[in-house]
């Protein structure tokens, strides 16, 4: 089996660094204390990854378990991130790519005459235009737009829902991470677990609300697997409350699960001249197949939602915090 390499990040009160997962050990890179970093660099000396990688491995270990558990200094990072500018870094998805995404929109938005709602239309487009031969361009997907880094949390951190909030609940998806070189070519770093967390109370009152439903935090990590195949994914998605758990499901994604390829989903989010900006960095959502809303559960605070792939790393844990303190006004100041 072809060994998949992967990448976290990680700091403590004085530094951060990034590391090579060798279980159970974390192998520490130097010269480099983000992914971001390593890329540009391997970008601007027209270098592979994974041999900048090899170049720059140390003999330095870290237990990752203690790290992993909250049990160390060492604090997981987002699997990636742009820590000079998050600013520069987008984060947004692609939806309707999975057949149950589909179903369940329909069924929030399902009118009284049966017909198949504009989502269902939307997925039934990606099956029929959604794989274009080599070379071809086929039928663009939906896209959402999430935020900038700012909005990206790690394995253990608190996923929260606004004050303005309707609700919060777990997307188990993969996210593509992406880094635009001086040219203004896109080059994809690599795959890692993502929860989109969206709002799906607020777009269950009307699919209008899809845009402000996804404005929310989102975790990623906690590893960049930097050399895995997208074909088939499968794995795991799972709600604890107090411990005990509450709902699971198994999962799958992968071009061979969903209604477009790779290179489709990829052409029509960098076919946007403002989306080719050098040095841009993105984060890239592809879509879920099973999110515990759609089985009319609504998640409280302090539960767990649990994330797992194969082959991409250890699971993605986070609870989510539901900020109960009364909505504000903003205020617009005059200059």
């Given at each position: ?73 060492w ?38 005459d ?26 663009q ?6 935020g900038?880094?700012a ?104 071009e ?15 076919k ?38 194969n ?25």
């Open positions: 089996m072809k060994e998949i390499r992967r990448l976290v990040q990680i700091k403590n009160q004085t530094e951060r660094r990034i590391a090579l997962v060798r279980e159970p050990k974390l192998m520490l890179i130097n010269g480099f204390n983000s992914i971001y970093d390593l890329a540009v660099s391997a970008l601007e000396q027209g270098l592979k990854l994974v041999g900048l990688i090899a170049e720059n491995l140390s003999s330095e270990e870290l237990d990752y378990e203690a790290i992993y558990r909250g049990e160390s200094e604090k997981l990072l987002p699997s990636f991130d742009n820590p000079h500018a998050p600013m520069s870094c987008l984060v947004a998805g692609t939806g309707l790519t999975h057949k149950n995404s589909a179903l369940n929109r329909q069924m929030m938005h399902q009118a009284a049966d017909k198949p709602t504009d989502s269902m239309q939307m997925y039934q487009w990606g099956v029929e235009g959604g794989t274009p031969a080599p070379g071809k361009i086929g039928v997907p939906e896209w959402f737009y999430k900038n880094g909005v990206l949390k790690a394995h253990g951190e608190y996923l929260e829902v606004p004050c303005y909030g309707n609700d919060g609940g777990e997307e188990p998806e993969v996210a593509g991470v992406y880094l635009v070189d001086k040219s203004g070519t896109p080059y994809r770093i690599g795959f890692t677990t993502g929860n989109e967390f969206s709002d799906h109370v607020m777009e269950k009152k009307n699919y209008l609300y899809l845009a402000p439903s996804k404005l929310r935090q989102c975790a990623i990590g906690p590893e960049l697997a930097i050399d895995a195949d997208f074909s088939s994914l499968s794995g795991k998605v799972s709600v604890s409350r107090r411990g005990e758990k509450l709902w699971s499901a198994d999962i799958q994604t992968g061979e699960n969903m209604a477009h390829n790779l290179s489709n989903l990829e052409y029509h989010h960098f946007y001249d403002n989306h080719r900006i050098p040095y841009q960095s993105h984060v890239h959502f592809f879509g879920a197949d099973a999110f515990s809303f759609g089985n009319k559960i609504r998640l409280q605070d302090e539960d767990e939602m649990k994330v797992e792939w082959g991409l790393g250890r699971p993605l844990c986070n609870k989510i915090k539901i900020r109960n303190e009364k909505e504000k006004l903003v205020e617009i100041k005059k200059i």
